[in-house]
């Protein structure tokens, strides 16, 4: 898989850009705040129908102007794809593949894999744990469109009883059986999405740990723990006794939505004890796990997107990941970069091609082959 080219109109600081790309390395070159990592988030757009960054669409709107417009020409597994992403103020985002409109947007997802390594990344393993239940149900969602849909009825579930919840507090009043029907739900859903989570773990850890192996070069054990109030055998009963609580707090405190995976080295938690040089090793790990397990369930190699890794990451770790582009186990990688000899100098090294682009002034001032 990988995309043959990208047309921008009025998104974020570009009025309007056509790009033609390398169906392996391509690199933006640029100075802070040129644009380089909009691009990456454009091709984000086209994947998975939302910004990698900042959730309200509205916001990706040039200044000034009243929508903006992504196209996107893809080859996947010998078939022609043409992404189109449209999104008015006011009015609801609109996806089509092929000329043709989605009637929910949630079917895109999963159709193009695309995995991403920013620096934002480190809250997946420094912040709580909504952070890690987003980066796997992002990933799980990718993989299996039945996880997402079962997420999406969860949320509206939960949405509505929250709602109920804070009614029923204000009015000083509790009605269960207008809650009965959202409970009976909520713990139906809540073990349908545990079994899939635990089911994906297994399957994840295996590529996670050799990963982790080869890049720290260490010998000390690590694992992701999924610890989840629905594996305790009282579950049911814990949920509808925590009523009272629910209704003095105003939503709900028991469920699949308090989820956490432990992250561990050695039986220690990496975020309370894990050096800087520990966590990078995790971090990356990870997703390259997610890169080789979209791989081996889709059967085509996901786009690899780098936003200014270079910066957060020591030689070593860098030199993996380049080793791995010189083995061509990656698809189509696109890297964004404020050093442009750096880059170069890594992909010369390793005699890849590569495309670069010089971003600057809200428009692409060079394009080079190497």
């Known amino acids: 898989m990988y995309l043959k080219n ?23 070159f640029g100075s802070n705040g040129a644009g380089k990592t909009n691009l990456l988030d454009a091709i984000h757009y086209l994947c998975l129908t939302k910004s990698a960054f900042i959730p309200t669409d509205s916001h990706h709107i040039k200044h000034g102007e009243a929508f903006f417009t992504i196209k996107g020409e893809f080859e996947l597994k010998e078939k022609e ?10 009015r609801k985002k609109r996806i089509e593949v092929n ?36 980066f796997f149900d992002s990933m799980i969602c990718q993989a299996d469109q039945n996880y997402l849909h079962l997420l999406i009825r969860y949320q509206q579930n939960l949405k509505q ?16 059986l207008q809650l009965a029907p959202y409970d009976e739900q909520l713990l139906k859903l809540s073990k349908e999405i ?66 956490d995976f432990n992250f561990t080295f050695d039986g220690q938690q990496i975020k309370k004890f894990g050096s800087q040089g520990q966590k990078k090793s995790f971090l990356i790990s990870l997703k390259l796990a997610q890169f080789y397990i979209f791989k ?21 770790r860098i030199h993996h990941l380049i080793r791995a582009v010189a083995n061509k186990e990656f698809g189509q990688l696109f890297i964004s970069d404020t050093r442009p000899e750096r880059s170069k100098e890594i992909l010369t090294r390793i005699t890849a091609d590569y495309k670069s682009f010089t971003i600057a002034n809200n428009t692409v001032l060079e394009v080079e082959k190497g």
Request: hydrophobic share 35%.
């Open 6 to 28: 990208l047309k921008l109109i009025q998104f974020k600081n570009f009025q309007a850009l056509d790009l033609v790309f390398n169906q392996g390395v391509n690199c933006f």
């Open 81 to 90: 794809l043409g992404i189109n992403c449209f999104f008015e103020g006011g």
């Open 99 to 134: 000329g043709k409109p989605y009637t929910k947007l949630s079917d895109h997802i999963g159709l193009l894999p695309l995995v991403i390594i920013a620096p934002d990344d480190t809250e997946i393993i420094n912040g709580g744990s909504e952070e890690r239940r987003k």
């Open 161 to 176: 009883r929250n709602a109920l919840l804070k009614r029923f507090a204000e009015e000083k009043r509790l009605d269960k």
């Open 194 to 259: 545990n079994r899939t989570r635990h089911a994906f773990l297994s399957q994840f850890l295996i590529h996670f740990q050799t990963h982790y192996a080869s890049i720290s070069g260490s010998k000390e054990m690590v694992n992701i723990e999924y610890q989840s109030q629905v594996d305790k055998e009282s579950f049911d009963l814990d949920f509808i006794n925590n009523l009272n609580k629910d209704l003095l707090l105003k939503r709900t405190g028991f469920g699949t939505h308090k989820d």
């Open 296 to 316: 081996e369930i889709k059967g085509t190699k996901p786009i690899l997107l780098l936003d200014d890794i270079f910066d957060k990451l020591d030689d070593f």
